[in-house]
T-cell receptor
Framework: NAGVMQNPRHLVRRRGQEARLRCSPM?????VYWYRQLPEEGLKFMVY????????ESGMPKERFSAEFPKEGPSILRIQQVVRGDSAAYFC?????????????FGQGTRLTVV | GQQLNQSPQSMFIQEGEDVSMNCTSS?????WLWYKQDPGEGPVLLIA???AGELTSNGRLTAQFGITRKDSFLNISASIPSDVGIYFC???????????WGAGTKLIIKP
């Protein structure tokens, strides 16, 4: 049973470009959480999704950021018109239905560098 | 926003020593979690605590959920080289699935 798969592991974008980060949850998991981590800091919650639904996006910037978790395929975190401040590690976690968020498993992250 | 104060920020220890780190908050948490993160990897859950006063062990690791529900500590006994990494505490408020994270404790083992 593969773990949470994120790709790419590393992504370099120029300012103004778009970044698309993908997350495939563990098999049987229908809940996905995205977190952002800046260097030397803990993770910060961004968004919680279930299949085809955004449950809570209170941690996500209102502009340029969006997330989806379609019926088929991976969850996507999309950052439009990236700026230097978007450089960070983005982690996805997944959990099975009816699980608490504490039972989520994390992927290896995507390290975004904006140049 | 909610904050967790995690200390120490870093620790330099000799192999074989015991390690202790803790997290405190001004808020009451229903769940305390301890994670370890290796360089270039995602966090891995070490111990989850769900009740005030709970003391839980996982091998050489022991963690406690403070009675006031505003703090937790993690102890590592007889440290070994593979213990190096960054340890994070995280707390959950009420039934909210969001995790509030500490800033981490970096564990370095002196050769």
């Amino acid at each position: 049973n593969a773990g949470v798969m994120q790709n790419p592991r590393h992504l370099v974008r120029r300012r103004g470009q778009e970044a698309r980060l993908r997350c495939s949850p563990m098999k049987g998991h229908s809940h996905v959480y995205w977190y952002r981590q800046l260097p030397e800091e803990g993770l910060k919650f961004m968004v919680y999704l279930q299949k085809e639904n955004i449950i809570d996006e209170s941690g996500m910037p209102k502009e340029r950021f969006s997330a989806e978790f379609p019926k088929e395929g991976p969850s996507i975190l999309r950052i439009q018109q990236v700026v230097r401040g978007d450089s960070a590690a983005y982690f996805c976690a997944s959990s099975p239905p009816r699980a608490r968020g504490t039972e989520a498993f994390f992927g290896q992250g995507t390290r975004l560098t904006v140049v | 926003g909610q904050q967790l104060n995690q200390s120490p920020q870093s620790m330099f220890i000799q192999e074989g020593e015991d390690v202790s780190m803790n997290c405190t908050s001004s808020s009451i948490f229903n769940t305390w979690l301890w994670y370890k993160q290796d360089p270039g990897e995602g966090p891995v859950l070490l111990i989850a605590l769900y009740k005030a006063g709970e003391l839980t062990s996982n091998g050489r690791l022991t963690a406690q959920f403070g009675i006031t529900r505003k703090d937790s500590f993690l102890n590592i006994s007889a440290s070994i080289p593979s213990d190096v990494g960054i340890y994070f505490c995280a707390g959950q408020l009420g039934s909210n699935y969001q995790l509030i994270w500490g800033a981490g404790t970096k564990l370095i083992i002196k050769p």
